[in-house]
T-cell receptor, first 114, second 112 residues
Framework: DVKVTQSSRYLVKRTGEKVFLECVQDMDHENMFWYRQDPGLGLRLIYFSYDVKMKEKGDIPEGYSVSREKKERFSLILESASTNQTSMYLCASSLDTGVLVALHFGNGTRLTVT | QKEVEQDPGPLSVPEGAIVSLNCTYS??????FMWYRQYSRKGPELLMYTYSSGNKEDGRFTAQVDKSSKYISLFIRDSQPSDSATYLCAMKSGTSYGKLTFGQGTILTVHP
């Protein structure tokens, strides 16, 4: 089974802190994604990466950056955390970019910014 | 207007009921359609996918796509308490390089 592991289940940070969310996958997938999930808004794509050191902005990249130095690891960085970034963050990976995109998700990191 | 609209519910049904979950979309470029299921405190998992208009069946689940109306549905027959979860529709265009657009998710509870 594909395993996508997010390093923290719950995280509490203060406004202005720099925050790192880590994600590791064990299936040699080329593509990795960061989404945030908010009630009433569903999943929104922040950034994705289709190769090592390659990244693309998603729909809501403002206030975030990413790092992918190794194929299996994709990090989401909040440069200066703000209260409106309180959310559930979901990392995903996938092998296909064609017809079927079967995203394999981690169990999420619930981030609270106070 | 969101590209994908999904009634968030919540939806509560008795065990054995037929459940209908629906999404509408506005982007004609969407060609591939998926349903993900998300249990509480877990990440979403792929349930079904299809890329053509019509029906696709998998056990108690049927995915239906009507591209002319820009409308997709997921039907669950003989619903079980274990079906209680959030159901998310997701869509992709042919050129979106793996990027999915999700609906808001519908919270479903099946009570015994």
């Amino acid at each position: 089974d594909v395993k996508v592991t997010q390093s923290s289940r719950y995280l509490v940070k203060r406004t202005g802190e720099k925050v790192f969310l880590e994600c590791v996958q064990d299936m040699d997938h080329e593509n990795m994604f960061w989404y945030r999930q908010d009630p009433g808004l569903g999943l929104r794509l922040i950034y994705f990466s289709y190769d090592v050191k390659m990244k693309e902005k998603g729909d809501i990249p403002e206030g975030y950056s990413v790092s992918r130095e190794k194929k299996e690891r994709f990090s989401l960085i909040l440069e200066s955390a703000s209260t409106n970034q309180t959310s559930m963050y979901l990392c995903a990976s996938s092998l296909d970019t064609g017809v079927l995109v079967a995203l394999h998700f981690g169990n999420g990191t619930r981030l609270t910014v106070t | 207007q969101k590209e994908v609209e999904q009634d968030p519910g919540p939806l509560s049904v008795p065990e054995g009921a037929i459940v209908s979950l629906n999404c509408t979309y506005s982007n004609s470029a969407f060609q591939y359609f998926m349903w993900y299921r998300q249990y509480s405190r877990k990440g979403p998992e792929l349930l079904m996918y299809t890329y053509s208009s019509g029906n696709k069946e998998d056990g108690r689940f049927t995915a239906q796509v009507d591209k002319s109306s820009k409308y997709i549905s997921l039907f669950i027959r003989d619903s079980q308490p274990s079906d209680s979860a959030t159901y998310l529709c997701a869509m992709k265009s042919g050129t979106s390089y793996g990027k999915l657009t999700f609906g808001q998710g519908t919270i479903l509870t099946v009570h015994p």
